[in-house]
C-alpha cells in the first residue's frame, strides 16, 4: 500500500504540461533566463535564494512589467544554468527549477525537494478567462487567498477573487474585503500570482491535487517562495512585497468608536465619561455623521456638518491635549447630492462612463461615482481632502467602502476598466494617503484603517479590519482564523470590531470575552452600530468594571505588544501566530483556528462560547507553560483542562520569557520607560534565554532606520542553583535615553540571596515569585545573580 501511494504521489507530480507547448531554446543573461517556447517565451528571474518569478509571454503579447504587489529588486545572487538534452535547469543555493523539454514541464524544488510543478502551464480558456495550474502533493494543507472564514486549512475551496464585503458573516464567509492572490503550503513554500485582476484561486476543488489560478486579464507572472520555517517564509513574502512601517505609539491603545457620534457635544461628552471613570483611551472615532445628519444623501461632502459640529478645530484641538487622537471615517463615493458633486466634475476626477462622462449607479447611500485615483487629478484632489484635514488636527484616517462597494464592470478608469483595478482600489487608496503624508508630514507616522486591500498594501501602513461580523459568538469565532491568516499574508494588524459590529443582539458575557481575546489582537477597537454601546465606559456597573481591567491590562503590555510591532516592521513577523509555527507537521496544530501565538512568549486561548467554566488547551512541546494570571506550570506537548473564570480568558507565558509590563496609564501620552516591571519566568528546563524591549519616542517615522531609538536586550543562563539575568541596551545615535528603574520579578522560584554586579541588594519572595528593584545607569549592563 505504501508503494502504491507513493506511485500515486510521484505520477501526480509527473503529469506534463501542455502538450502543444515545443521546448525551441534558451538564454541566460543578467540573472534572466529566457526559454522560448513553440507558444511564447518564459522569463525565469530569481529575486534573492529563496524567491524565484516566473512569467509567462504568449506569442503576439508584450511583456507586462507592472507589478502593483512587488517592491523588491532582484539581487546579484549566484545562479547556475545547466542545460543538456532532456532537461534545462536554474539553480541558486535556495531554489532549484527543473525544466524537462519533452514533454515540456517545470518544477521547483528546495533542498532537494519537489515542491510543486506546473500542470498545463498558462492557458487561455477563452476571450475572457486565462489559467494556470500546478500539481500539489495529496497531503498539503492549503492556506491564504485573503481575508475568509473557512478554517485554517483553504484546500478543497474554489476562492472568487473580487473584494467584496460580507455583511454580517459569522462562522463561514467565503468571500470577503481582501482577496489576496497568494497560497501557502504547510510544506513551508508560498505561491503568489502577481495580477491584480479579479479572478479565482482553487485550492484543489476537484479533489485532483491541483491548484489554478484563474483570471479575466493581466500578467501571467507568479513568484514562488520557500523558507526555513513559517516566520523566515514570511519574511521572504514581505522582503518581496514590504514591510509594515511601524504605527504611531497610540495606535495601541483603546478605541472610542460607534456606528456613530451626532455631534461635536456627544463626542466631547463621550471622552468626558471615559475620564471620569479612568478608562484609558487614545482615540475616538467619528463615522459618517461627521459630514453630514443623515446615513443617506450625504456621502462624498467630505467636510464639517457645521450645525452639529460648530467647531471641529477647537473639538480636535482639546481632544488632543487630553491625549485623545481624532480619527474620521471618509470613502471614495461622491453622490450626486453631495456638496463636492460639481467641484468633483468640473475637474474631472471621476471614474467614466463608455462616453467619457462621470460614470454614476445607484447605490444603498444614493446616486453616485467613485473618485478616480487611479487619475494624478484624481489622487491630488483626494489627498487635498486629507491635507485640509490633517492641517486642522486630525490623527487618522478611516477608508471605508474601499473594495469598492459598489463598482459596476464597465466603468472605466485612468488605470483600465474596472474588473481590473477593483481588487487594488483600497491598495492605491492607502497609497496616496501613505505618500501624502510622506511628502507634506513628513514626521507624522499614519493611521491608516481600512476595509479592503491587495498583495504588499501593508507596506503604506494599512490597518485592515475584518469588516462588518455579526455581533455574537460565531462572529467572534472566526476571527482568530482571519487575523492569522492576515498575518501569514503580511498583514499583521488584521483586527476586528470588539464585540462585534452587525445586529442588535444584547449579550454583555459574549462583548467581555470579546474585549478579552481583543487585548491580544492588534489593535484594541471596540465599535458597534448604535443599538448597542462598543464604548467601556457606556456599560452598565458590573461590565464596566471587568471591561476596564481588560484595557487596563492592554496598557499594562504595551512595552511588549510595541516591542512585537517593531519586530514586525523589521522581519514581516505576524502578532498573531498560529500554533503550527511551533509545529509544523502536527496535524493537530495545523488545523486549529482559535488557539494561537501572540508573539513568541503568549499562548492565548479565547473563549468564543457562552457559559464557559472550563475549557481544553493544548500546550506546544518546544516549551512548558506558565499561567499568566497564577504562574500554575503545564508541560510541553500537553493537553489539559484548565479552569476559565469571568474577568480574563486562559493565557500562558513561555518558560524563560521576559515580559516587559508598565503601570496602567490614561492614555499613551504618559507612557515612558524610565520606570518599568520585567517579568521573567524562570523554568529549571531552560538553561538560556533572551528577550528584548524597543522604545522610540511613537511618533517619528521609520525611527529605527533614523537612529533614534533604544533596544533593551535581556538574556538569562539558569541552573538549579543559581539565575544569571544580564539587561544590555543599545541606544541609536540619536536618541536621548534616560537612566532606568526596573521592579524584577522573577516567577517560579524562591531566593536564597540576590546581588547586583555582585554586590547584595534588598529582595522579597512573595508568592513563589523574587522581586528585586534594579536601578540601571544606561551606560551600564548590570548583572543580576538570584540563588535558589
Not at 329 to 339: A, C, D, G, K, R
Not at 653 to 666: E, H, L, N
Given at each position: 500500500?505504501?508503494?502504491?501511494?507513493?506511485l500515486?504521489?510521484?505520477?501526480?507530480?509527473?503529469?506534463?504540461?501542455?502538450?502543444?507547448?515545443?521546448?525551441?531554446?534558451?538564454s541566460?543573461k543578467?540573472?534572466?533566463?529566457?526559454?522560448?517556447?513553440?507558444?511564447?517565451?518564459?522569463?525565469?528571474?530569481?529575486?534573492?535564494?529563496?524567491?524565484?518569478?516566473t512569467?509567462?509571454?504568449?506569442?503576439?503579447?508584450?511583456?507586462?512589467?507592472?507589478s502593483h504587489?512587488?517592491?523588491?529588486?532582484?539581487?546579484?545572487?549566484?545562479?547556475?544554468?545547466v542545460?543538456?538534452?532532456?532537461?534545462?535547469?536554474?539553480?541558486?543555493?535556495?531554489?532549484?527549477?527543473?525544466?524537462?523539454?519533452?514533454?515540456?514541464?517545470?518544477?521547483?524544488?528546495?533542498?532537494?525537494?519537489?515542491?510543486?510543478?506546473?500542470?498545463?502551464?498558462?492557458?487561455?480558456?477563452n476571450?475572457?478567462?486565462?489559467?494556470?495550474?500546478?500539481?500539489?502533493?495529496?497531503?498539503?494543507?492549503?492556506?491564504?487567498?485573503?481575508a475568509?472564514?473557512?478554517?485554517?486549512?483553504?484546500?478543497?475551496?474554489?476562492?472568487?477573487?473580487?473584494?467584496?464585503?460580507h455583511?454580517?458573516?459569522?462562522?463561514?464567509?467565503?468571500?470577503?474585503?481582501?482577496?489576496?492572490?497568494?497560497?501557502?503550503?504547510?510544506?513551508?513554500?508560498?505561491?503568489?500570482?502577481?495580477n491584480?485582476?479579479?479572478?479565482?484561486?482553487?485550492?484543489?476543488?476537484?479533489?485532483?491535487?491541483?491548484?489554478?489560478?484563474?483570471?479575466?486579464?493581466?500578467?501571467?507572472?507568479?513568484?514562488?517562495?520557500?523558507?526555513?520555517?513559517?516566520?523566515?517564509?514570511?519574511?521572504?513574502?514581505?522582503?518581496?512585497?514590504?514591510?509594515?512601517?511601524?504605527?504611531?505609539?497610540?495606535a495601541?491603545?483603546?478605541?472610542?468608536?460607534?456606528f456613530?457620534?451626532?455631534?461635536?457635544?456627544?463626542?466631547?461628552?463621550?471622552?468626558?465619561?471615559?475620564?471620569?471613570?479612568?478608562?484609558p483611551?487614545?482615540?475616538?472615532?467619528?463615522?459618517?455623521y461627521?459630514?453630514?445628519?443623515?446615513i443617506?444623501?450625504?456621502?462624498?461632502?467630505?467636510?464639517?456638518?457645521?450645525?452639529?459640529?460648530?467647531?471641529?478645530?477647537?473639538?480636535?484641538?482639546?481632544?488632543?491635549?487630553?491625549?485623545?487622537?481624532?480619527?474620521l471615517?471618509?470613502?471614495?463615493?461622491?453622490?450626486?447630492?453631495?456638496?463636492?458633486w460639481?467641484e468633483?466634475?468640473?475637474?474631472?476626477?471621476?471614474?467614466?462612463?463608455?462616453?467619457?462622462?462621470?460614470?454614476?449607479?445607484?447605490?444603498?447611500?444614493?446616486?453616485?461615482?467613485?473618485?478616480?485615483?487611479?487619475?494624478?487629478?484624481?489622487?491630488?484632489?483626494?489627498?487635498?481632502?486629507?491635507?485640509?484635514?490633517?492641517?486642522?488636527?486630525?490623527?487618522?484616517?478611516?477608508?471605508?467602502?474601499?473594495?469598492?462597494?459598489?463598482?459596476?464592470?464597465e466603468?472605466?478608469?485612468a488605470?483600465?476598466?474596472?474588473?481590473?483595478?477593483?481588487?487594488?482600489?483600497?491598495?492605491?487608496?492607502?497609497?496616496?494617503?501613505?505618500?501624502?503624508?510622506?511628502?507634506?508630514?513628513?514626521?507624522?507616522?499614519?493611521?491608516?484603517?481600512?476595509?479592503?486591500?491587495?498583495?504588499?498594501?501593508?507596506?503604506?501602513?494599512?490597518?485592515?479590519?475584518?469588516?462588518?461580523?455579526?455581533?455574537?459568538?460565531?462572529?467572534?469565532?472566526?476571527?482568530?482564523?482571519?487575523?492569522m491568516?492576515?498575518?501569514?499574508?503580511?498583514m499583521?494588524?488584521?483586527?476586528?470590531?470588539?464585540?462585534?459590529?452587525?445586529?442588535?443582539?444584547?449579550?454583555?458575557?459574549?462583548?467581555?470575552?470579546?474585549?478579552?481575546?481583543?487585548?491580544?489582537?492588534?489593535?484594541?477597537?471596540?465599535?458597534?452600530?448604535?443599538?448597542?454601546?462598543?464604548?467601556?465606559?457606556?456599560?452598565?456597573?458590573?461590565?464596566?468594571?471587568?471591561?476596564?481591567?481588560?484595557?487596563?491590562?492592554?496598557?499594562?503590555?504595551?512595552?511588549?505588544?510595541?516591542?512585537?510591532?517593531?519586530?514586525?516592521?523589521?522581519?514581516?513577523?505576524?502578532?498573531?501566530?498560529?500554533?503550527?509555527?511551533?509545529?509544523?507537521?502536527?496535524?493537530?496544530?495545523?488545523?486549529?483556528k482559535?488557539?494561537?501565538?501572540?508573539?513568541?512568549?503568549?499562548?492565548?486561548?479565547?473563549?468564543?462560547?457562552?457559559?464557559?467554566?472550563?475549557?481544553?488547551?493544548?500546550?506546544?512541546?518546544?516549551?512548558?507553560?506558565?499561567?499568566?494570571?497564577?504562574?500554575?506550570?503545564?508541560?510541553?506537548?500537553?493537553t489539559?483542562?484548565?479552569?476559565?473564570?469571568?474577568?480574563?480568558?486562559?493565557?500562558?507565558?513561555?518558560?524563560?520569557?521576559?515580559?516587559?509590563?508598565?503601570?496602567?496609564?490614561?492614555?499613551?501620552?504618559?507612557?515612558?520607560?524610565?520606570?518599568?516591571?520585567?517579568?521573567?519566568?524562570?523554568?529549571?528546563?531552560?538553561?538560556?534565554?533572551?528577550?528584548?524591549?524597543?522604545?522610540?519616542?511613537?511618533?517619528?517615522?521609520d525611527?529605527?532606520?533614523?537612529?533614534?531609538?533604544?533596544?533593551?536586550?535581556?538574556?538569562?543562563?539558569?541552573?538549579?542553583k543559581?539565575?544569571?539575568?544580564?539587561?544590555?541596551?543599545?541606544?541609536?545615535?540619536?536618541?536621548?535615553?534616560?537612566?532606568?528603574?526596573?521592579?524584577?520579578?522573577?516567577?517560579?522560584?524562591?531566593?536564597?540571596?540576590v546581588?547586583?554586579?555582585?554586590?547584595?541588594?534588598?529582595?522579597?519572595?512573595?508568592?513563589?515569585?523574587?522581586?528585586?528593584?534594579?536601578?540601571?545607569?544606561?551606560?551600564?549592563?548590570?548583572?543580576?545573580?538570584?540563588?535558589?
Open positions: 500500500m505504501k508503494k502504491l501511494l507513493f500515486l504521489f510521484i505520477t501526480s507530480f509527473c503529469i506534463a504540461q501542455n502538450a502543444n507547448r515545443k521546448f525551441i531554446s534558451q541566460y543578467n540573472n534572466v533566463l529566457e526559454i522560448k517556447t513553440s507558444e511564447g517565451y518564459y522569463l525565469m528571474k530569481p529575486f534573492s535564494e529563496k524567491i524565484i518569478e512569467s509567462f509571454i504568449p506569442n503576439g503579447e508584450k511583456n507586462n512589467i507592472t504587489a512587488v517592491i523588491k529588486s532582484v539581487e546579484n545572487i549566484k545562479c547556475k544554468v542545460n543538456n538534452s532532456k532537461t534545462l535547469s536554474l539553480e541558486t543555493s535556495g531554489i532549484k527549477v527543473i525544466i524537462d523539454k519533452s514533454p515540456f514541464k517545470i518544477s521547483y524544488y528546495y533542498n532537494n525537494s519537489l515542491l510543486l510543478s506546473e500542470k498545463n502551464g498558462y492557458t487561455k480558456v476571450d475572457s478567462t486565462h489559467t494556470i495550474d500546478f500539481n500539489i502533493a495529496p497531503d498539503e494543507k492549503l492556506f491564504g487567498g485573503g475568509r472564514a473557512l478554517g485554517m486549512n483553504r484546500r478543497g475551496n474554489r476562492l472568487q477573487l473580487y473584494n467584496r464585503a455583511y454580517g458573516y459569522e462562522t463561514k464567509a467565503e468571500l470577503m474585503n481582501f482577496c489576496i492572490p497568494l497560497v501557502l503550503s504547510s510544506k513551508i513554500y508560498a505561491v503568489h500570482f502577481d491584480a485582476a479579479i479572478g479565482y484561486l482553487d485550492l484543489d476543488s476537484q479533489k485532483n491535487n491541483t491548484v489554478t489560478y484563474e483570471t479575466i486579464s493581466g500578467r501571467k507572472t507568479y513568484q514562488v517562495i520557500v523558507g526555513d520555517t513559517w516566520e523566515n517564509l514570511i519574511t521572504n513574502y514581505t522582503d518581496l512585497t514590504g514591510k509594515q512601517p511601524l504605527p504611531p505609539r497610540w495601541f491603545g483603546n478605541f472610542s468608536s460607534r456613530g457620534y451626532h455631534s461635536q457635544e456627544e463626542v466631547e461628552n463621550t471622552i468626558k465619561k471615559f475620564q471620569e471613570d479612568n478608562i483611551v487614545d482615540a475616538i472615532i467619528l463615522d459618517l461627521w459630514f453630514g445628519k443623515t443617506k444623501g450625504t456621502m462624498g461632502n467630505l467636510d464639517w456638518d457645521k450645525d452639529n459640529f460648530p467647531n471641529p478645530e477647537k473639538m480636535i484641538a482639546n481632544l488632543k491635549a487630553k491625549g485623545v487622537n481624532t480619527i471615517i471618509t470613502e471614495p463615493f461622491v453622490l450626486t447630492t453631495s456638496s463636492k460639481k468633483a466634475v468640473a475637474q474631472n476626477i471621476l471614474v467614466t462612463d463608455a462616453k467619457n462622462k462621470p460614470a454614476t449607479w445607484d447605490f444603498y447611500f444614493g446616486n453616485t461615482s467613485v473618485v478616480d485615483i487611479f487619475k494624478p487629478e484624481g489622487a491630488a484632489w483626494f489627498w487635498n481632502v486629507y491635507k485640509r484635514l490633517i492641517n486642522q488636527g486630525v490623527g487618522g484616517m478611516w477608508g471605508d467602502l474601499g473594495e469598492p462597494e459598489v463598482f459596476p464592470s466603468v472605466k478608469t488605470a483600465g476598466p474596472a474588473d481590473e483595478v477593483h481588487n487594488i482600489y483600497g491598495h492605491n487608496w492607502a497609497k496616496l494617503i501613505a505618500d501624502g503624508y510622506a511628502k507634506d508630514f513628513p514626521n507624522q507616522r499614519p493611521f491608516i484603517l481600512m476595509r479592503a486591500g491587495y498583495s504588499g498594501s501593508q507596506r503604506y501602513g494599512m490597518i485592515p479590519w475584518s469588516g462588518d461580523v455579526n455581533r455574537s459568538w460565531g462572529g467572534l469565532a472566526s476571527q482568530m482564523e482571519i487575523a491568516q492576515m498575518g501569514m499574508q503580511g499583521g494588524y488584521m483586527h476586528s470590531d470588539l464585540g462585534g459590529f452587525a445586529g442588535d443582539y444584547f449579550d454583555n458575557e459574549l462583548y467581555l470575552r470579546w474585549l478579552q481575546y481583543g487585548v491580544f489582537q492588534p489593535i484594541f477597537r471596540p465599535h458597534a452600530q448604535e443599538e448597542v454601546a462598543s464604548e467601556v465606559a457606556k456599560k452598565d456597573i458590573a461590565t464596566k468594571a471587568i471591561a476596564k481591567k481588560s484595557v487596563e491590562l492592554r496598557y499594562q503590555l504595551l512595552p511588549y505588544i510595541y516591542t512585537l510591532a517593531f519586530e514586525n516592521s523589521t522581519s514581516g513577523k505576524p502578532l498573531m501566530r498560529p500554533l503550527f509555527f511551533e509545529e509544523p507537521t502536527n496535524e493537530k496544530a495545523l488545523n486549529e482559535e488557539s494561537y501565538l501572540w508573539g513568541n512568549d503568549f499562548l492565548v486561548k479565547p473563549i468564543t462560547k457562552a457559559g464557559v467554566t472550563a475549557t481544553e488547551v493544548y500546550f506546544p512541546k518546544s516549551s512548558n507553560w506558565f499561567d499568566f494570571y497564577t504562574d500554575k506550570s503545564y508541560k510541553a506537548g500537553t489539559a483542562t484548565v479552569a476559565v473564570g469571568t474577568d480574563y480568558i486562559p493565557v500562558f507565558v513561555r518558560g524563560g520569557s521576559f515580559i516587559p509590563r508598565i503601570k496602567t496609564i490614561q492614555n499613551t501620552t504618559a507612557y515612558s520607560l524610565n520606570s518599568f516591571d520585567l517579568h521573567f519566568y524562570y523554568d529549571e528546563t531552560v538553561a538560556q534565554s533572551s528577550g528584548k524591549l524597543y522604545n522610540d519616542d511613537g511618533a517619528t517615522p525611527a529605527f532606520g533614523k537612529s533614534a531609538y533604544e533596544l533593551m536586550t535581556f538574556t538569562s543562563n539558569s541552573s538549579s543559581n539565575i544569571i539575568l544580564k539587561l544590555a541596551v543599545e541606544i541609536g545615535k540619536k536618541y536621548l535615553a534616560t537612566d532606568k528603574t526596573v521592579t524584577l520579578t522573577i516567577h517560579n522560584c524562591n531566593a536564597k540571596s546581588t547586583i554586579d555582585g554586590k547584595n541588594v534588598i529582595f522579597k519572595n512573595e508568592n513563589q515569585s523574587v522581586v528585586v528593584d534594579v536601578n540601571w545607569n544606561k551606560n551600564t549592563t548590570p548583572e543580576i545573580k538570584i540563588a535558589l
